[in-house]
């Protein structure tokens, strides 16, 4: 099976925290397809910041979407209210506007007619006098002073069949015109129109002619003996007053040709202004109706509430119309204000709403920060110091609460199960499916452990169970302390046991063994593939060796606490202990086991097996802690002075030096025959410092114990069992296969 040279990054895991540089030394052939693995990875990283950048541009944050919907709620409420209102108010404003610009029409037409109908009457009363004074004009003029003394506003009076003309000389000259100027328009008149007998009253506007607002109007005179048609101009002044009543509606009077008689305008009423464009002097001359109600739009597009009434003494009709606009004025400034009130309300809800979702989002993030580094596997991420308002009697309160609980609740399982498989299970990183994996497998066991058991016994009585297990948690805390720094996965304790595996939760496959031979890519990924495998072994002995350094500390501070509490025999007990460590590097079966109501994560095989028979070896070898001699080849050339690599170390080794002694018996192994234990004599440039205070930034080295591993540690195997009290045995008399039959693992 080929696999493409870009995936072998994915082969490749993070290195331990003592990594001691060899995946980094690479062939030259090997360079090209690191290259191609760096360029896979990193394209795999840009893809990954991409996704992040829209997940965040998607995301949609707790304070928006409440501004968002508050907003929403608060315009479509007042919105809604503000349209319902301005919508039956303006109703309700049009229809008593057109009720009022009708009545304002009425009005004033009905208060025309009656100024016209007086005027006319007096014209006609005026005409009987001419009529019974005949033609003594002495009389005539008299009563024509009297008439015009009545009608001050009339300018002159002609009759003209009779071509008798009389004029007011107070109005000529009150205006400072000429009276000549009436005689001129008469004549003016007769050469435009003549003489003839008119069978209704006809009126026009003179205003231009004259230079002053006035009205012509043409009518025929009846008396008992005589009829006259009869032509009188007077100022509209009078009428003017019933024009200019109104404050927002314009009535005006038009002749049936459609100029302007009357107009609150004096330019209009001056220049006679032609409006037989407007749309109600249209519908005047249309209309049979005497009078009508319409709303119109004007050539500018300006709605108006028009209406008009024919007079029934005259070829003219009072109009009155009033812009829409300014009658619904009223009613679109308090649309405004409603607008302008509900932008305020908006913005002070949406101020209020924001400072709240504060109190929401803060926290809300925080919690997804924590729930973030919860599925990354860090159970104890410092962002849990942050949640401090705990005491919430909302939901955030109780969401507070309950992620503290599961805090506590991980670390509650990943203590009982493995917190790097609690992790890995968290991440995703781990299936449910067995897996083939080359690991190291490390097994330890306290000596004589069943005689300390007993001394508890002795000691407690029936307390005796409880103190063992305080006394068995203190130990392995700090054993299993050595392990996790080095990357190591606890497997089980079982009872004063220990297995712990490197390499088990590395996702690493085996697939490159069903490549071809001479495949680059096979030849690449084993030369990876032995570098985790050295990676494993290496880091397994580092655990190791500091378990001797933590063992001693504790001997030592067991001594010192039984001192202290000699006197008191219920004091807690500390017995001082020995241990042996046995180690394997080998391929094995790893997954979880058991059944569906429990599960664990562990690793079976013969390479399991054969550790802990290791373990079992170090009583009758004298040891404390024993390499297999897979372990032993598999980093022998790299970290062991030997013949295989003429007794030097690399330059870039020798942090990691080992030295060991082979152990001068041999052992049969199923499948492989005869072999040797080496016993892990010191790692004479381990820094115990720096490696506890990795996990432990206050960590102070304790210079009694200082000579169980580094440069004061021991040289040789004997130094080792003289330090731990171990007695030199006899190896002339030592059968480690009877000891394999004793005391092998299933």
């Known amino acids: 099976m080929h ?45 990954q910041a991409i996704k992040a950048e829209k997940d965040a541009a998607r995301r949609t944050y707790i304070g928006m979407k409440l501004v968002g919907i508050i907003s929403c709620m608060v315009v479509i409420s007042l919105g809604l209210i503000t349209f319902l209102v301005s919508y039956f108010v303006s109703a309700d404003t049009r229809i008593n506007a057109e009720d009022n610009n009708m009545t304002i029409n009425t009005r004033t037409a009905a208060d025309c007619e009656n100024r016209i109908s007086s005027l006319i009457s007096a014209i006609g009363m005026f005409f009987d006098q001419l009529d019974t004074s005949g033609k003594n004009e002495s009389l005539n003029r008299e009563n024509a ?70 009205i012509s109007m043409v009518l025929p005179v009846l008396s008992d003996s005589s009829s ?29 040709k459609g100029i302007v008689l009357v107009h609150p305008d004096m330019i209009s009423m001056m220049s006679a202004v032609d409006m037989s464009d407007n749309y109600l002097v249209k519908e005047i001359g249309r209309s049979k109706q005497n009078n009508m109600q319409t709303t119109y739009r004007s050539d500018d597009n300006v709605e108006y509430i028009g209406a008009f009434k024919k007079l029934s003494n005259g070829n003219c009709a009072v109009i009155t119309e009033v812009e829409t ?4 004025e009223a009613v679109n400034s ?26 929401l989002s803060r926290p809300m993030e925080k919690l997804t920060a924590i729930s973030d580094e919860i599925n990354k596997g860090n159970f104890n991420t410092n962002l849990f110091d942050e949640i401090v308002n705990v005491h919430r009697h909302d939901e955030i309160g109780v969401l507070m609460r309950s992620t503290l609980a599961e805090r506590d609740i991980l670390n509650t399982v990943s203590r009982l199960t493995n917190k790097g498989v609690a992790r890995a299970i968290v991440r995703k990183e781990i299936d449910f499916d067995p897996h083939l994996k080359d690991i190291t497998i490390f097994f330890s066991d306290i000596r004589g452990f069943t005689a300390i058991s007993d001394g508890f016994k002795k000691r407690f009585g029936e307390q005796s169970s409880a103190e063992i297990i305080q006394f068995l948690n203190d130990y392995m805390s700090r054993m299993v302390n050595c392990i996790s720094i080095t990357g190591g996965t606890p497997d089980k304790f079982e009872g004063d046991a220990i297995m712990a595996c490197w390499g088990v939760l590395r996702d690493e496959s085996l697939e490159f063994e069903e490549m071809e031979d001479g495949d680059p890519g096979k030849e690449y990924l084993k030369l990876r593939h032995e570098a985790h495998r050295k990676e494993d072994a290496m880091n397994a002995i580092r655990a190791t060796v500091a378990m001797r350094y933590a063992l001693m500390k504790y001997n030592k501070d067991a001594l010192k606490f039984t001192n202290e509490h000699a006197a008191d025999p219920l004091a807690k007990y500390k017995p ?61 050339t790299d970290y062991i002075r030997c013949k295989e690599n003429n007794f030097s170390i690399a330059e870039e080794n020798k942090a990691s030096e080992i030295i060991v002694e082979q152990i001068p018996v041999t052992f049969e192994v199923k499948g492989k025959g005869k072999q040797h234990f080496y016993g892990v004599v010191n790692m004479p440039n381990f820094n115990i410092e720096e490696f506890f205070r990795t996990n432990e930034p206050d960590f102070e080295l304790d210079e009694d114990c200082e000579c169980a591993v580094g440069p004061k540690g021991p040289k040789t195997l004997n130094e080792v069992r003289k330090m731990l009290g171990i007695d030199i045995p006899d190896f002339e008399k030592v059968n480690l296969d009877e000891e394999e039959n004793k005391i092998k693992a299933t």
């Open 145 to 214: 002073v009297r008439f015009f003394d009545r009608n001050k506003e009339v300018v002159g009076i002609a009759f003209l069949s009779s071509n008798r003309i009389y004029t007011n000389s107070f109005f000529f000259s009150y205006h400072e015109k000429k009276s000549s100027l009436f005689q001129d328009y008469v004549k003016q008149y007769i050469s435009e129109n003549g003489k003839a007998m008119a069978s209704e009253i006809m009126m026009d506007n003179p205003s231009p002619f004259f230079g002053v607002p006035m």
């Open 228 to 256: 006259e048609m009869t032509l009188v101009c007077f100022s509209s002044e009078s009428l003017n007053e019933s024009f200019s009543s109104g404050a927002i509606n314009s009535s005006f009077m038009v002749n049936d």
């Open 325 to 328: 606009r300014i009658i619904l």
């Open 334 to 359: 308090t649309t405004r204000r409603n607008l302008y009130l509900t932008v305020a309300i908006l913005s002070i809800a949406i101020c209020v709403v924001w400072f709240f979702s504060k109190s």
């Open 576 to 636: 001082h202990i020995r241990i042996g460590c046995g180690l394997n590097s080998g391929r094995a079966t790893v997954g979880f086991m058991g059944s569906m109501h429990k599960m664990e994560f562990t690793s079976i095989g013969d390479s399991v097996n054969l550790a802990s028979r290791t373990e079992a070896s170090n009583k009758p070898c004298g040891t404390d802690i024993l390499l297999t001699e897979d372990t032993y080849n598999l980093i022998k």
């Open 3 to 47: 696999i493409d040279s870009l995936s072998y990054g994915t082969f490749v895991s993070k290195k331990t925290k003592f990594d001691p540089g060899y995946a980094d030394e690479l062939y030259d052939w090997e360079k090209p397809f690191k290259a191609q693995s760096d360029e896979f990875d990193k394209k795999i990283q840009e893809k």
